[in-house]
Protein backbone atom coordinates (compact mmCIF):
# COMPACT_ATOMS: atom_id res chain seq x y z
CA UNK A 1 0.00 0.00 0.00
CA UNK A 2 1.40 3.64 -0.82
CA UNK A 3 1.40 6.38 1.93
CA UNK A 4 -1.15 8.78 2.25
CA UNK A 5 -0.09 12.01 0.01
CA UNK A 6 -0.30 14.22 3.07
CA UNK A 7 2.94 11.48 4.68
CA UNK A 8 5.09 11.38 1.40
CA UNK A 9 7.90 13.61 1.75
CA UNK A 10 7.93 16.30 -0.69
CA UNK A 11 11.35 16.55 -2.86
CA UNK A 12 13.88 18.61 -1.22
CA UNK A 13 14.26 22.22 -2.56
CA UNK A 14 17.83 23.74 -2.39
CA UNK A 15 17.87 26.50 -0.28
CA UNK A 16 20.59 29.50 -0.60
CA UNK A 17 22.20 29.92 2.22
CA UNK A 18 24.69 32.92 3.83
CA UNK A 19 27.40 33.69 1.12
CA UNK A 20 26.78 30.47 -0.77
CA UNK A 21 23.70 32.53 -1.74
CA UNK A 22 25.79 34.61 -4.13
CA UNK A 23 28.15 31.63 -5.93
CA UNK A 24 25.88 31.84 -9.34
CA UNK A 25 26.71 35.62 -9.74
CA UNK A 26 30.23 35.13 -8.61
CA UNK A 27 31.32 36.97 -11.43
CA UNK A 28 30.43 40.32 -9.96
CA UNK A 29 30.93 39.53 -6.45
CA UNK A 30 34.53 38.48 -7.54
CA UNK A 31 35.12 41.89 -9.42
CA UNK A 32 33.89 43.80 -6.26
CA UNK A 33 35.75 42.05 -3.56
CA UNK A 34 39.10 42.15 -6.39
CA UNK A 35 38.87 46.09 -6.94
CA UNK A 36 37.79 46.39 -3.14
CA UNK A 37 41.32 44.40 -1.84
CA UNK A 38 42.94 45.96 -4.07
CA UNK A 39 41.87 49.46 -2.34
CA UNK A 40 42.91 47.84 1.28
CA UNK A 41 45.89 46.69 0.14
CA UNK A 42 47.07 50.32 -1.85
CA UNK A 43 46.25 52.02 1.80
CA UNK A 44 48.19 49.39 3.95
CA UNK A 45 50.96 48.75 1.51
CA UNK A 46 51.22 52.35 0.03
CA UNK A 47 54.97 53.00 1.83
CA UNK A 48 55.75 49.99 -0.49
CA UNK A 49 53.83 50.25 -3.77
CA UNK A 50 54.74 53.63 -4.57
CA UNK A 51 57.79 53.92 -6.55
CA UNK A 52 58.80 57.84 -6.13
CA UNK A 53 57.38 60.66 -3.84
CA UNK A 54 53.97 62.08 -5.14
CA UNK A 55 55.01 65.84 -4.89
CA UNK A 56 58.49 65.60 -5.93
CA UNK A 57 58.73 67.90 -9.14
CA UNK A 58 61.50 66.95 -11.88
CA UNK A 59 61.12 69.07 -15.14
CA UNK A 60 63.27 67.27 -17.04
CA UNK A 61 61.07 64.10 -17.04
CA UNK A 62 57.91 66.10 -17.38
CA UNK A 63 55.05 64.98 -19.54
CA UNK A 64 56.18 61.35 -20.31
CA UNK A 65 54.34 59.04 -22.08
CA UNK A 66 53.03 55.27 -19.96
CA UNK A 67 55.74 52.75 -20.73
CA UNK A 68 53.77 51.08 -23.57
CA UNK A 69 54.21 54.46 -25.91
CA UNK A 70 57.14 55.39 -27.89
CA UNK A 71 58.93 57.75 -25.53
CA UNK A 72 57.72 55.42 -22.23
CA UNK A 73 59.98 54.45 -19.79
CA UNK A 74 59.35 51.68 -17.11
CA UNK A 75 60.55 53.96 -14.83
CA UNK A 76 57.56 55.49 -14.75
CA UNK A 77 55.41 52.66 -15.62
CA UNK A 78 52.12 55.57 -16.30
CA UNK A 79 54.11 58.41 -17.56
CA UNK A 80 54.23 61.87 -15.73
CA UNK A 81 52.49 65.03 -15.58
CA UNK A 82 53.57 68.75 -16.51
CA UNK A 83 55.97 68.69 -13.64
CA UNK A 84 57.51 65.51 -13.65
CA UNK A 85 55.39 64.08 -11.19
CA UNK A 86 55.06 60.58 -11.43
CA UNK A 87 51.53 59.61 -12.28
CA UNK A 88 51.66 56.20 -10.66
CA UNK A 89 52.61 57.05 -7.18
CA UNK A 90 50.29 59.93 -7.38
CA UNK A 91 47.11 57.87 -8.30
CA UNK A 92 48.41 55.33 -5.02
CA UNK A 93 48.85 58.30 -2.75
CA UNK A 94 45.10 58.92 -4.01
CA UNK A 95 44.05 55.75 -3.41
CA UNK A 96 44.65 55.83 0.52
CA UNK A 97 43.54 59.62 0.91
CA UNK A 98 40.35 58.51 -1.00
CA UNK A 99 39.64 55.57 1.49
CA UNK A 100 41.00 57.60 4.45
CA UNK A 101 38.42 60.24 3.95
CA UNK A 102 35.56 58.17 2.49
CA UNK A 103 35.94 56.01 5.56
CA UNK A 104 35.88 58.87 8.12
CA UNK A 105 33.29 60.39 6.92
CA UNK A 106 31.00 57.06 6.87
CA UNK A 107 32.01 56.53 10.85
CA UNK A 108 31.19 60.31 11.53
CA UNK A 109 27.70 60.54 9.69
CA UNK A 110 26.51 56.82 10.66
CA UNK A 111 27.00 57.44 14.02
CA UNK A 112 25.38 60.43 14.42
CA UNK A 113 22.03 59.41 11.83
CA UNK A 114 21.67 56.01 12.91
CA UNK A 115 21.30 57.97 16.65
CA UNK A 116 19.23 60.61 15.48
CA UNK A 117 17.10 57.29 13.83
CA UNK A 118 17.17 55.31 17.12
CA UNK A 119 15.41 58.16 19.06
CA UNK A 120 13.51 59.26 16.61
CA UNK A 121 11.98 56.38 15.42
CA UNK A 122 11.84 54.51 19.17
CA UNK A 123 10.33 57.44 21.01
CA UNK A 124 7.84 58.93 18.69
CA UNK A 125 5.16 61.54 19.45
CA UNK A 126 6.87 65.44 19.77
CA UNK A 127 10.49 63.84 19.45
CA UNK A 128 10.41 62.56 16.17
CA UNK A 129 7.98 65.23 14.31
CA UNK A 130 11.01 67.55 15.94
CA UNK A 131 13.73 65.73 14.85
CA UNK A 132 12.15 64.66 11.04
CA UNK A 133 11.64 68.81 10.71
CA UNK A 134 15.41 69.14 11.61
CA UNK A 135 16.13 66.24 9.04
CA UNK A 136 13.62 67.92 6.76
CA UNK A 137 15.62 71.14 6.79
CA UNK A 138 18.97 69.77 6.45
CA UNK A 139 18.08 68.08 3.82
CA UNK A 140 16.02 71.27 1.73
CA UNK A 141 19.70 72.87 1.48
CA UNK A 142 21.64 71.66 -2.07
CA UNK A 143 24.86 69.82 -0.40
CA UNK A 144 26.97 70.68 -2.52
CA UNK A 145 26.14 74.38 -1.98
CA UNK A 146 26.70 73.41 2.01
CA UNK A 147 29.81 72.35 1.81
CA UNK A 148 31.57 74.64 -0.70
CA UNK A 149 30.29 77.28 1.91
CA UNK A 150 31.73 75.49 5.01
CA UNK A 151 34.95 74.61 2.87
CA UNK A 152 35.07 78.72 2.24
CA UNK A 153 34.44 79.86 5.29
CA UNK A 154 36.62 76.69 7.51
CA UNK A 155 39.29 76.76 4.54
CA UNK A 156 40.28 73.59 2.56
CA UNK A 157 41.51 70.66 3.58
CA UNK A 158 41.38 66.41 4.22
CA UNK A 159 39.63 67.75 7.43
CA UNK A 160 37.27 70.46 6.60
CA UNK A 161 36.75 68.19 3.53
CA UNK A 162 35.67 65.09 6.25
CA UNK A 163 33.64 67.55 8.40
CA UNK A 164 31.73 69.11 5.27
CA UNK A 165 30.92 65.86 3.80
CA UNK A 166 29.66 64.13 7.32
CA UNK A 167 27.10 67.08 8.08
CA UNK A 168 26.08 66.78 4.40
CA UNK A 169 25.27 62.32 4.93
CA UNK A 170 24.01 61.79 8.37
CA UNK A 171 20.09 62.25 7.35
CA UNK A 172 19.92 59.59 5.20
CA UNK A 173 21.18 57.35 7.94
CA UNK A 174 18.76 59.35 10.39
CA UNK A 175 15.61 58.54 7.79
CA UNK A 176 16.36 54.73 6.98
CA UNK A 177 16.85 53.63 10.13
CA UNK A 178 13.87 55.52 11.20
CA UNK A 179 11.77 53.26 9.02
CA UNK A 180 13.25 50.32 10.59
CA UNK A 181 12.51 51.13 13.88
CA UNK A 182 9.04 51.74 13.29
CA UNK A 183 8.43 48.51 11.45
CA UNK A 184 10.64 46.55 14.16
CA UNK A 185 8.50 48.02 17.13
CA UNK A 186 5.58 46.59 16.05
CA UNK A 187 7.04 43.30 16.35
CA UNK A 188 5.93 40.75 19.80
CA UNK A 189 9.17 40.55 21.11
CA UNK A 190 9.42 44.30 21.42
CA UNK A 191 6.30 44.82 22.92
CA UNK A 192 7.35 41.87 25.24
CA UNK A 193 10.08 43.31 26.36
CA UNK A 194 8.06 47.08 26.95
CA UNK A 195 5.80 44.67 29.63
CA UNK A 196 8.52 43.11 31.21
CA UNK A 197 9.85 47.03 32.25
CA UNK A 198 13.09 46.65 29.98
CA UNK A 199 14.54 50.20 29.97
CA UNK A 200 14.32 51.60 26.67
CA UNK A 201 18.50 51.86 26.25
CA UNK A 202 18.21 47.93 26.94
CA UNK A 203 15.61 47.44 24.07
CA UNK A 204 17.32 50.08 21.81
CA UNK A 205 20.66 48.47 22.53
CA UNK A 206 19.91 44.38 22.87
CA UNK A 207 16.39 43.91 20.22
CA UNK A 208 16.29 46.89 17.64
CA UNK A 209 19.98 47.69 16.91
CA UNK A 210 20.60 43.99 15.79
CA UNK A 211 18.21 44.00 13.38
CA UNK A 212 19.43 47.21 12.35
CA UNK A 213 22.53 45.69 10.99
CA UNK A 214 22.08 44.73 7.43
CA UNK A 215 20.67 47.63 6.43
CA UNK A 216 22.81 49.76 7.90
CA UNK A 217 25.61 48.48 6.25
CA UNK A 218 24.90 47.99 3.16
CA UNK A 219 23.86 51.52 3.18
CA UNK A 220 27.11 52.26 4.91
CA UNK A 221 28.58 50.64 1.53
CA UNK A 222 26.51 53.10 -0.87
CA UNK A 223 27.57 55.91 0.58
CA UNK A 224 31.02 55.44 0.99
CA UNK A 225 30.71 55.43 -3.12
CA UNK A 226 29.01 58.56 -3.16
CA UNK A 227 31.54 60.35 0.04
CA UNK A 228 34.71 59.30 -3.12
CA UNK A 229 33.02 61.08 -5.32
CA UNK A 230 31.76 64.09 -3.44
CA UNK A 231 35.50 64.46 -2.36
CA UNK A 232 36.83 64.00 -5.79
CA UNK A 233 34.28 66.65 -7.06
CA UNK A 234 35.05 69.36 -3.95
CA UNK A 235 39.00 68.56 -5.52
CA UNK A 236 38.83 68.92 -8.52
CA UNK A 237 36.68 72.59 -7.90
CA UNK A 238 39.55 73.32 -6.05
CA UNK A 239 38.34 73.57 -2.52
CA UNK A 240 38.82 70.13 -1.42
CA UNK A 241 42.37 68.61 -1.18
CA UNK A 242 45.40 71.64 -1.93
CA UNK A 243 48.72 71.06 -3.36
CA UNK A 244 51.03 69.86 -2.78
CA UNK A 245 48.51 67.07 -1.33
CA UNK A 246 47.33 64.55 -3.35
CA UNK A 247 43.46 63.42 -4.84
CA UNK A 248 42.02 62.06 -7.72
CA UNK A 249 39.80 65.26 -8.37
CA UNK A 250 42.74 67.18 -7.88
CA UNK A 251 44.94 65.44 -10.52
CA UNK A 252 41.72 65.28 -12.75
CA UNK A 253 41.47 69.37 -12.71
CA UNK A 254 45.14 69.18 -13.52
CA UNK A 255 45.46 66.98 -16.10
CA UNK A 256 41.95 68.48 -18.22
CA UNK A 257 43.89 71.22 -19.44
CA UNK A 258 46.20 68.21 -21.68
CA UNK A 259 43.53 66.14 -22.51
CA UNK A 260 44.41 66.41 -26.20
CA UNK A 261 48.64 66.45 -25.43
CA UNK A 262 49.02 64.03 -22.68
CA UNK A 263 45.50 62.36 -22.49
CA UNK A 264 47.20 59.77 -19.33
CA UNK A 265 47.02 62.75 -16.58
CA UNK A 266 43.10 63.11 -16.06
CA UNK A 267 42.45 59.54 -17.61
CA UNK A 268 44.19 57.10 -15.23
CA UNK A 269 42.74 59.55 -11.85
CA UNK A 270 39.50 59.50 -13.44
CA UNK A 271 39.80 55.71 -14.20
CA UNK A 272 41.11 55.42 -10.43
CA UNK A 273 37.24 56.70 -9.21
CA UNK A 274 35.15 54.62 -12.08
CA UNK A 275 36.63 51.35 -10.47
CA UNK A 276 36.54 52.34 -6.96
CA UNK A 277 32.74 53.63 -7.18
CA UNK A 278 31.61 50.08 -9.74
CA UNK A 279 33.40 47.77 -7.13
CA UNK A 280 31.81 49.31 -4.28
CA UNK A 281 28.45 49.67 -5.75
CA UNK A 282 28.96 46.05 -6.83
CA UNK A 283 29.77 44.65 -3.33
CA UNK A 284 26.74 46.90 -1.64
CA UNK A 285 24.20 44.84 -3.90
CA UNK A 286 26.27 41.73 -3.18
CA UNK A 287 26.00 42.49 0.57
CA UNK A 288 22.67 43.03 0.51
CA UNK A 289 21.68 39.88 -0.31
CA UNK A 290 23.94 37.82 1.68
CA UNK A 291 22.72 39.89 5.16
CA UNK A 292 19.19 40.12 4.38
CA UNK A 293 17.32 37.00 4.35
CA UNK A 294 14.07 38.08 2.78
CA UNK A 295 16.43 39.88 0.16
CA UNK A 296 18.12 36.64 -0.38
CA UNK A 297 15.06 34.49 -0.73
CA UNK A 298 13.41 36.47 -2.58
CA UNK A 299 16.41 36.38 -4.99
CA UNK A 300 16.62 32.88 -4.86
CA UNK A 301 12.93 32.19 -5.91
CA UNK A 302 13.72 34.86 -8.73
CA UNK A 303 16.79 32.63 -10.32
CA UNK A 304 14.58 29.27 -9.75
CA UNK A 305 11.37 30.89 -11.49
CA UNK A 306 14.09 31.95 -14.24
CA UNK A 307 14.95 28.56 -14.60
CA UNK A 308 11.62 27.15 -14.69
CA UNK A 309 10.75 28.80 -17.70
CA UNK A 310 13.88 27.61 -20.13
Do not use: C
Amino acid sequence: MSAPAWETPLPAVPRARGWRALSDRQRGWALAAILLLALAAVALLLPWLAPYDPAAIKLSARLRPPAWEERGTLANLLGTDNLGRDVLSRVLHGARLSILIGAAVVAISASFGVLVGLVSGFAGGRVDTVLMRWVDIHVAFPGLLLSLVILVILGPGPGTVVLALALNGWMVYARQMRSVVLSVRQLPYIESAEMAGARPARILLRHVLPNLAAPLITLMVLEFARVVLAEAALSFLGVGVQPPGVSWGLDVANGRNYLTSAWWLATFPGLSIALTVLGVNLAASRLRLALDPREREKDFARRLLARGRR
